[in-house]
């Protein structure tokens, strides 16, 4: 089952086939994002129960930015209790064989360098990736 995820200020805003649900973002932080991203295990536990094979994540954004769903899933926090979480969420994906679609590839830069450079015999990137962070 394909799940689009976008997080606004309030709701994870969810699309599964045939219908969209919104969930309400509470917690005790004062960020809703932050609180957003400690809910992150339990929904992707929630979603893989219910038989996701593929999360899309999906919202607006800003020029120059990347959408929330994405932010909260692909880049690393400095708070630990907030990479824990992603961490979690991350694993718990991966665990289940879940596709990212719409996910970025979060690079050092000391890494870009040598992701930049052509590769041997390299075949084009797909815009999908099997399982979280493949």
């Not at 799940?3 to 805003?13: C, D, G, H, N, Q």
Request: proline share 7%; hydrophobic share 50%.
């Amino acid at each position: 089952m394909r799940v689009t995820l976008a997080i606004s200020r309030e709701l994870f805003m969810l699309g599964l086939p045939g219908r969209q649900v919104a969930v309400p973002i509470s917690g005790d932080r004062d960020s809703q994002l932050a609180n957003a991203i400690l809910a992150l295990p339990r929904l992707m536990q929630q979603l893989v129960a219910a038989g996701m094979t593929e999360l899309a994540l999906v919202g607006p954004a800003q020029p120059g930015q990347v959408p929330a769903s994405v932010w909260a899933i692909e880049v690393p926090k400095g708070d630990a209790e907030l990479e824990q979480a992603r961490q979690q969420a991350i694993s718990i994906l991966q665990q289940a064989n879940v596709s990212l679609v719409g996910a970025m590839q979060v690079l050092s830069i000391d890494q870009l360098a040598d992701f930049l450079k052509p590769q041997q015999d390299a075949q084009p990137q797909a815009s999908r990736r099997r399982g979280a962070f493949a």
